[in-house]
């Protein structure tokens, strides 16, 4: 049996069958899936399938397997089960749902952490949009820098492809959040436009001129619920035989009324509240705010609520021209593979070794949720020495003010993204996260007695080969 359909099989069995799965989706290293009922998982037996990084357990059920192999089982689930990978649909056993939200209790959950979700489920699709478009355009900025004509036809093409997204994005933000949101997608994108629409600068309100973008994608998501809120309460009073016409055609027009009045300003005082108040912090606490940000970083990102910052990172480019955030918080990968490497080094556990060889590539680009789920989170104290390794990098960024041009995946890669003058810096920062991550793990991080009961816990699993 084909290892990847041999996969998907296991974890569909774990979930109790393709009747337990709501919604499938994925993101580049994790399977997202919506469940019924919470109840008829096997946890555990998730857990130690051969191939499973790790599982997260919120409100939408995460099983961590690693870029790549996470597009082709989320594919082949989707082919064994005959439907669409972004739904599939309960049906019969959609009664459930409603008992199982309500009865089930997960553990840390808080308004806030659910407010972050609902950001990530907008965002985490665009992800491979966002980081294709953000590397062209870092890509294109480099080879200005060392000497291209901007003005040359390559140059203006490559700008042409790698812009484009980041002109529109505001778009496809509206038509996310109505999907999760409840509203109509198309309806969404309306929102999206009525934020970005360059007529905007023809229009005076109230004597002051309107400025196309202003609420950036807070005001996009802003105007998007209010949306998807209004259609709802809309379609309650209207008759089904109109309902196509008159429910979009009054949701257009109050929403459009309520954005210019109220939601656009709303939005850019949002904000021009957390960028400045970021660059502030930024500024204000120097080397203190990157030892703090990158040290922190990492939890974050095995709870996933990472993705919830999306749009603090596009804010603070539409604002300031640049994101000093993103370089800070890149350190928590490197840190990361600073502790594997050590470990790597140290342990004689073959099958550890095998793990952090597989991560290990990704990680370096980027992508260090492998080596999270597969090394160092159920291992304990590399976890802990990571964070530690991380925030000497973050310090080193801060310190230099290493800022990027656009967002995209971390590691080295994200080299590409940063101020041409700076990429040194950064690369600079990034070794030394790589060697504290080493030392600290290397020196008081990690011991062999540690690997004495990996895999029993079925939280380090080999990947596929």
Known sequence: MEKYERLAKEIVEKLSGYQNIDRLSHCMTRLRITLVDHSQVDIDGLKNIDGVLGVVEQETLQIILGPGIVTKVAEEIAKQSGTDIQSLNANEWAHLAEQTKADLKLKN??????????????????????????????????????????????????????????????????????????????????????????????????????????????????????????????????????????????????????????????????????????????????????????????????????????????ELIQSIGDDPLLPILAMGGAGQVGAAFAIYFKTKNAQLRKIIKGGLPVGILGIGEPLI?????????????????????????????????????????????????????????LLIAYLFGFIFTYLFGFNEAMTRDLGKNGQTNATLN
């Open 373 to 429: 789920f597969g090394v160092t989170l159920p291992l304990g104290r590399p976890f802990v020495t990571a964070c530690l390794g991380a925030a000497v990098g973050g310090a080193f960024q801060a310190y230099f003010h290493v800022a990027t041009i656009a967002i995209g995946v971390s590691g080295l890669p994200l080299a590409f993204l940063v101020h041409a003058q700076q990429i040194v810096y950064y690369l600079i920062g």
């Open 109 to 314: 959950t808080t308004p806030f952490k659910l407010f972050l979700r609902k950001i990530s489920s907008i965002f985490i699709p665009l992800i491979p949009a966002i980081v294709a478009s953000g590397l062209i355009a870092g890509i294109t900025n480099v080879f200005i820098r060392v000497g291209a004509d901007p003005d040359s036809a390559i140059i203006s093409i490559l700008n042409f492809i790698g812009w484009g997204l980041f002109s529109y994005l505001g778009i496809f933000v509206g038509i996310n959040t109505a999907r999760e949101f409840g509203g109509t997608p198309a309806l969404g994108g309306i929102a999206g436009i009525l934020i970005i629409n360059p007529a905007l600068a023809d229009l005076t309100l109230f004597g002051e001129k309107l400025v196309p973008g202003r609420g950036g994608l807070i005001g996009v998501m802003l105007a998007a619920v209010f949306m998807a809120w209004i259609e709802k309460k809309i379609r309650r009073f209207v008759p089904t035989s109109i309902d196509m016409i008159v429910t979009p055609t009054i949701s257009v027009l109050i929403t459009g009324i309520a954005t210019l009045i109220v939601l656009q300003p709303v939005g850019g005082w949002i904000s021009d509240l957390i960028t400045k108040g970021l660059v502030s912090l930024i500024d204000a606490g120097g080397i203190l705010s990157g030892i703090i940000l990158a040290g922190t970083f990492l939890p974050l990102v095995v709870t996933g609520l990472h993705q919830g910052l999306t749009p603090v990172h596009m």
